[in-house]
């Protein structure tokens, strides 16, 4: 195993805290042991020459790749199920009848890995809206850092486990069983998500501002600083009256936060 000395490990924790927001000041021995394999697999002698390579950031897929060893990408459809409770009896009704002229839907998905997450909206989404939901524009936006979980994504293959929480009858219709085993998410469900890279800590300027996002289990690895920075964009890019849902694992401080809190890991914009 290779031997990250304190001078490197500044260098690298520093560098991914100010251009990707994640804290891993005090994961040294979790970043030799991710990726001294990959170091070596790829001919680095050391960490020194290869956090010169990653801090020039001329090979994006490079940083991607090294984002993609240290943090976890580990999601499934329907994780945390209370936030579709509440998506289902609270948030939709008040959307149908909002946007009942428009039938146009804003809804994002920060962080959106492999795409269980938005999948699983466009599911709910298909459900609720049954028979109208042709009429309404219901695509749901999932961005993330890497480009290599969102091709993950876009192919939508997933092993019986990843399925496994779901009711029975979405499988038979919102699934198309491989012949190698495993599951694709049907044509209606995936072009129902449009997925993009997009990092987090620059600024967010879609064209519409949203009326749901969902940023789950991603700010675990941001500081409070970032954490408290990048809600405030949150709510900046949400109409009034919508919603953030974060991670049941996670926290926001209520003097700085600007949402009001509604249940656990559930947000609110004020109504304007």
Known sequence: MLTLTDNDFHRLYTYIKQHYGIDLSKKKQLI?????????????????????????????DMVTAMLNKLTTNYTYFLREEAHFKYLWDVVLPELEKKHARDKVLCIWSAGCSSGEEPYTISMYLKEYFGAKASQWDTRVLATDISQKILNTAITASYNDESLSSL??????????????????????????????PFNLMDPIQFKRKFDLIF??????????????????????????????????????????????????????KKQA
């Not at 030799?32 to 020039?56: N, P």
């Not at 009711?167 to 993009?196: D, H, L, M």
Request: glycine content about 8%; some cysteine.
């Open 32 to 60: 030799v042991s991710r990726l001294s394999h990959t170091l070596a697999s790829q001919g680095y002698k050391d960490f020194t020459s290869y956090v010169d390579d990653i801090i020039t950031g001329r090979d994006p």
């Open 215 to 268: 940023c789950r289990n991603v700010m675990i690895y941001f500081d409070q600083d970032t954490k408290d920075a990048l809600v405030r964009r949150f709510y900046n890019a949400t109409v009034p009256g919508g919603h953030l849902f974060i991670g049941h694992s996670e926290g926001l401080t209520k003097a700085t936060c600007p949402y009001d809190y509604i249940q656990p890991a559930i947000y609110r």
């Open 167 to 196: 009711p029975a009858t979405w499988k038979q219709k919102y699934f198309v069983r491989k012949p190698e085993g495993g599951y694709t998410v049907s044509p209606a469900i995936k072009q129902n998500v449009i997925f993009r």
